[in-house]
């Protein structure tokens, strides 16, 4: 079964600076997804980034960009010039790309952006 | 299209009553997801449709749990006998599969919360 580890529960950053919050996964599938999902408080959950795994090009979405190493499975989103609405929770999922049709999400990094 | 839509927002329930819950998905996805949310976990699939079609069920989803999406519309939840165990957010998504890339990229609704007392 897949499994996707966010192994920074929280993450702080200076309002201006740069982040980046660590995801790994672990898969035996050669063709899949993966997705950056943000959680602010008490609102619904957006689609920040997403990758194809049969990319090698990392994806970029403005001030989100990722860092995406297939051999290590591994899946970074660096967030650049931080804003005080980057606040949430952020959770890293992995979307097969054939057979079951659900995503399994990590347990989540809560930023905080100070001021 | 105002986006994928959770019905009630917040529940409190006695335990052992039974709750239901509704999701209106975006009108053009073919695709409806519930997936559950605890404090300070990542939301945990529970069951998927494809139009009125349940494919696939996590063995998260007792017996007490059951949904169902009539005509391949709006979806519901029902959970019979609450447990204590059962305090969650339900949240729903819908989606289609991307045509160029084939990625399944979910749009969630904001949630329903669920208190077992």
């Known amino acids: 079964a897949q499994t996707v580890t966010q192994s920074q529960p929280e993450m702080s950053v200076q309002e201006a600076e740069t982040v980046t919050l660590s995801c790994t996964y672990d898969?035996?599938?050669?063709?899949?997804?993966l997705f950056w999902y943000k959680q602010p408080p008490s609102r619904q959950m957006i689609l920040v980034i997403r990758q194809e795994a049969y990319k090698q090009q990392n994806a970029t979405e403005n001030r989100f960009s990722v860092n995406f190493q297939k051999a290590a499975k591994s899946f970074s989103l660096k967030i650049s010039d931080s804003q005080l609405g980057d606040a949430a929770m952020y959770f890293c999922?992995?979307?097969?790309?054939?057979?079951?049709?659900?995503?399994?999400f990590g347990k989540g990094t809560k930023l905080t952006v100070n001021p | 299209d105002t986006g994928v839509s959770q019905n009630p927002r917040h529940k409190i329930t006695k335990r052992g009553q039974n709750v239901t819950f509704r999701c209106d998905p975006i009108?053009?996805?073919?695709?409806l997801y519930w997936y559950r949310q605890t404090l300070g976990q990542g939301p945990e699939f529970l069951t998927y449709?494809?139009?009125?079609?349940?494919?696939?069920k996590s063995r998260l989803l007792s017996d007490r749990f059951s949904a169902e999406r009539p005509k391949g519309s709006f979806s519901t939840l029902e959970i019979q006998r609450t447990e204590q165990g059962d305090s969650a957010m339900y949240l729903c998504?819908?989606?289609?599969?991307?045509?160029?890339?084939?990625?399944?990229?979910?749009?969630f609704g904001a949630g329903s919360r669920l208190t077992v007392l």
């Open positions: 998504a819908s989606s289609n599969r991307d045509r160029v890339s084939g990625a399944n990229v979910l749009t």
């Open positions: 009108s053009e996805h073919n695709r």
């Open positions: 898969t035996s599938e050669s063709d899949y997804y």
């Open positions: 449709f494809q139009n009125e079609a349940q494919l696939e």
């Open positions: 999922a992995y979307g097969a790309q054939g057979g079951s049709e659900k995503l399994v």
